[in-house]
């Protein structure tokens, strides 16, 4: 299962921008999709993620400001960012949890994306 992410760039303080992920693959079902964040010299951490019934969670430091949605049809997830602050500055992770049909359903997997940076500056 492939991800590929788009919508990252260069956006001032207060600004908003939507990223999106797509997953492609051969035969495959997706539970979770999400996104993380790594920022410089810091760990990569959970922003939201959604599941395929809809439910969500957010970090802290993002809720009121971003909203993770999805579409189950096209196998693609969304972050609206808005009120972006200097600190939301860094590469974000499409992430999934699914699994693939080989000659049956296999395990469950974790799928990344390759990031896209935000950068939030004056």
Known sequence: VQLVESGGGLVQPGGS???S???SGS???INVMG????APGKER???ADIT???NTNYADSVKGRFTVSRD???NTVYLQMNSLK?????VYYCYAEGKRWTTGWGPLEDYWGKGTLVTVSS
Do not use: H, P, S
């Open 86 to 90: 200097f600190e939301d500055t860094a």
């Open 35 to 38: 996104w993380y964040r790594q």
């Open 45 to 47: 951490e959970l922003v």
């Open 21 to 23: 992920c797509a997953a």
């Open 72 to 74: 189950n049809a096209k």
């Open 52 to 54: 395929t019934n809809g």
């Open 17 to 19: 921008l939507r990223l």
């Open 27 to 29: 035969i495959f079902t």
